[in-house]
């Protein structure tokens, strides 16, 4: 307790905040070539229609499509929601200061940036191309096909609980399969196998 005041009759009134000035904003984040096969058009599309909710989406990168979604977005009225970071060096930091990837993709090999993103804890949303699947399940993450895209970001949003659990399995397989002392291991296996 306070024992300097020399008053024995006094007050202590606590300092306060006004909560409604601490609401945290949701962030997603994309990360990936503003090109069409990453789907960025459909995914401002999405945002637009989800305006009630308090979130923002963070674009990494650059390509042949920024001045369109740029456009796009202005015409959408989202320039408030969406904002476009460029080419950037420091992804892994930039995913850890997120809530949420996003990889609405038309097709795909295996993107980096989800084994970046298991490796930072991030729950992701992802379309069921190219390899995906093999590493993204519903255990692990939202694996959803575009029009169930919309509903998985709401889930994400409402029950961020359950998404973080599936972000601690994603992060547990990278470090399990993923890291780069056994992925080297596998070429140095390979190698030796070609040289026999």
């Given at each position: 307790?306070?024992?300097?005041?020399?008053?024995?009759?006094?007050?202590?009134?606590?300092n306060?905040i006004d909560?409604?000035?601490y609401?945290?904003i949701?962030?997603f984040?994309i990360?990936?070539?503003?090109?069409?096969?990453k789907?960025?058009?459909?995914?401002?599309?999405?945002?637009?229609?989800?305006?009630g909710?308090n979130f923002?989406?963070?674009?990494?990168?650059?390509?042949?499509?920024e001045?369109?979604?740029?456009?796009?977005?202005?015409?959408?009225?989202?320039t408030?929601?969406?904002e476009f970071l460029?080419?950037?060096?420091?992804?892994?930091?930039?995913?850890s200061?997120?809530d949420?990837l996003l990889?609405p993709s038309?097709?795909?090999?295996?993107?980096i940036?989800?084994?970046e993103?298991?490796a930072?804890g991030v729950?992701?949303i992802?379309t069921?191309?190219?390899?995906?699947?093999?590493f993204i399940?519903?255990e692990r993450?939202?694996l959803?096909?575009?029009?169930?895209?919309?509903?998985?970001?709401?889930d994400?949003?409402d029950?961020y609980?359950s998404?973080?659990?599936k972000?601690?399995?994603?992060?547990s397989?990278?470090?399990?399969?993923y890291?780069?002392?056994?992925?080297?291991?596998q070429?140095e296996?390979?190698?030796q196998?070609?040289?026999?």
């Amino acid at each position: 307790m306070i024992s300097f005041f020399h008053k024995q009759n006094n007050t202590i009134i606590v300092n306060d905040i006004d909560g409604c000035t601490y609401n945290p904003i949701f962030t997603f984040i994309i990360v990936g070539r503003l090109g069409i096969m990453k789907n960025h058009e459909f995914l401002i599309n999405l945002v637009s229609e989800l305006k009630g909710y308090n979130f923002q989406l963070k674009v990494v990168r650059t390509g042949i499509l920024e001045k369109k979604l740029k456009k796009q977005i202005a015409t959408l009225g989202l320039t408030d929601r969406v904002e476009f970071l460029g080419g950037r060096r420091d992804v892994p930091e930039l995913l850890s200061h997120a809530d949420c990837l996003l990889l609405p993709s038309l097709w795909e090999a295996f993107p980096i940036v989800l084994l970046e993103a298991g490796a930072c804890g991030v729950p992701v949303i992802t379309t069921p191309v190219g390899c995906i699947p093999d590493f993204i399940s519903k255990e692990r993450g939202f694996l959803v096909e575009l029009d169930g895209f919309k509903d998985a970001i709401i889930d994400v949003m409402d029950n961020y609980q359950s998404a973080q659990e599936k972000a601690e399995l994603l992060l547990s397989t990278v470090k399990s399969q993923y890291n780069i002392g056994k992925i080297v291991k596998q070429y140095e296996d390979l190698y030796q196998d070609l040289l026999l």
